[in-house]
């Protein structure tokens, strides 16, 4: 039974730092895209960041592009989301997502972490 189980959330205060991990079983995601969402309340559920199975590609949504890093360890079937300069409007829920590159829907998708931004 393949999972995506997201750790490190929490509260912080602006300008602060947390890291976002990942950690999928099941099968290997080792050739799979893997990356994040967010949903925040009353909000559509919004693109974050994306890395490819080499970890060359990455892609972000501008509104987190040079504050946010993704990363992956294959090795351990992990992806990382690095967030600097939290904004209280980066405050959600994110959720871990994989799909394979002949798809464009992230067809696995994590319980999701709340991530709290305080003024």
């Known amino acids: 039974q393949v999972q995506l189980v997201e750790s490190g959330g929490g509260l912080v205060q602006a300008g602060g730092s947390l890291r976002l991990s990942c950690a999928a079983s099941?099968?290997?995601?080792?050739?799979?895209?893997l990356g994040w969402f967010r949903q925040a309340p009353g909000m559509e559920r919004e693109f974050v960041a994306a890395?490819?199975?080499?970890?060359?590609?990455?892609d972000y949504a501008a509104s987190v592009k040079g504050r946010f890093t993704i990363s992956r360890d294959n090795t351990k079937n992990t992806v990382y989301l690095q967030m600097n300069s939290l904004k209280p409007e980066d405050t959600a829920v994110y959720y871990c997502?994989?799909?394979?590159?002949?798809?464009?829907?992230?067809?696995?998708w994590g319980q999701g972490t709340q991530v709290t931004v305080s003024l």
């Open positions: 997502v994989a799909r394979s590159t002949d798809s464009t829907r992230y067809k696995y």
């Open positions: 099941g099968r290997s995601f080792d050739k799979d895209i």
């Open positions: 890395i490819s199975g080499g970890g060359g590609a990455r």
